[in-house]
């Protein structure tokens, strides 16, 4: 069974930093593309960040540049995403998808193959 496992979610206060991570079980990350996509209350699900396969390339929201940096360790199956300087505009479920088609997700593709259940990021003071 194919999953992704979000984690590192929680409350933090304006200007704080969290790092999330999103972790791949039943099928090896090596050949898929990871995104971050956040969805807050009454929104919808938006791209924050995604990588390609290699890790070579990358995108971001213009909302989120500068403060969040994408990152993955394809030996441990993993993908990050450090979140920099949170903005209570930043609070949202984030949601980690896989796929393999990098340049299709960098330009909004949303039927991804694999979604994670999701962790739930709260900046607040």
């Known amino acids: 069974q194919l999953q992704l496992v979000e984690s590192g979610g929680g409350l933090v206060q304006p200007g704080g930093s969290l790092r999330l991570s999103c972790a791949a079980s039943g099928f090896t990350l090596d050949y898929y593309a990871i995104g971050w996509f956040r969805q807050a209350p009454g929104k919808e699900r938006e791209g924050v960040s995604c990588?390609?396969?290699?890790?070579?390339?990358?995108n971001y929201a213009d909302s989120v540049k500068g403060r969040f940096t994408i990152s993955r360790d394809n030996a441990k199956n993993t993908v990050y995403l450090q979140m920099n300087s949170l903005k209570p505009e930043d609070t949202a479920v984030y949601y980690c998808?896989?796929?393999?088609?990098?340049?299709?997700?960098?330009?909004?593709?949303?039927?991804?193959?694999?979604w994670g259940q999701g962790t739930l990021v709260t900046v607040s003071s």
């Open positions: 998808g896989a796929d393999r088609d990098y340049e299709a997700m960098a330009r909004g593709y949303r039927y991804l193959e694999v």
């Open positions: 990588i390609s396969s290699s890790g070579g390339s990358t």
